[in-house]
Nanobody
């Protein structure tokens, strides 16, 4: 069974840092793209960033320079280091697994996600 679990969420003050982790199991983790999405209340999923199986990284403009993705295929984990957090980063974050050779921000190329982990940035 493919399973993805998110960890590391919490509450921090603006300007603080937080690292989220995604633990994957049930498939060959090193063969697929992995990505983080977040979902504002009442809105659609927002793509945050991705890492291809070859290590190519991409980020949405709002987090460039502040967030850093890394994956460890041996440990089957995907981490999201979040620095200089802003109130607009407050959201529930989900880890997604790619389903084909395409590695993009389009949710149609992903499946399987965990329960999400909540990040709250406030004073």
């Amino acid at each position: 069974q493919v399973q993805l679990r998110e960890f590391g969420g919490g509450s921090v003050q603006p300007g603080g840092s937080l690292t989220l982790s995604c633990a994957a199991s049930g498939y060959n983790v090193g063969a697929y793209c992995m990505a983080w999405f977040r979902q504002p209340p009442g809105k659609e999923l927002e793509w945050v960033g991705l890492v291809s199986h070859r290590g190519t990284k991409s980020y949405t403009d709002s987090v460039k320079g502040r967030f850093t993705l890394s994956r460890d295929n041996a440990k089957a984990t995907l981490d999201l280091e979040m620095n200089n957090l802003k109130p607009e980063d407050t959201d529930k974050y989900y880890c997604w697994k790619g389903v084909d050779e395409w590695c993009t921000s389009d949710t149609r190329h992903y499946s399987d996600w965990g329960q999400g982990t909540q990040v709250t940035v406030s004073a």
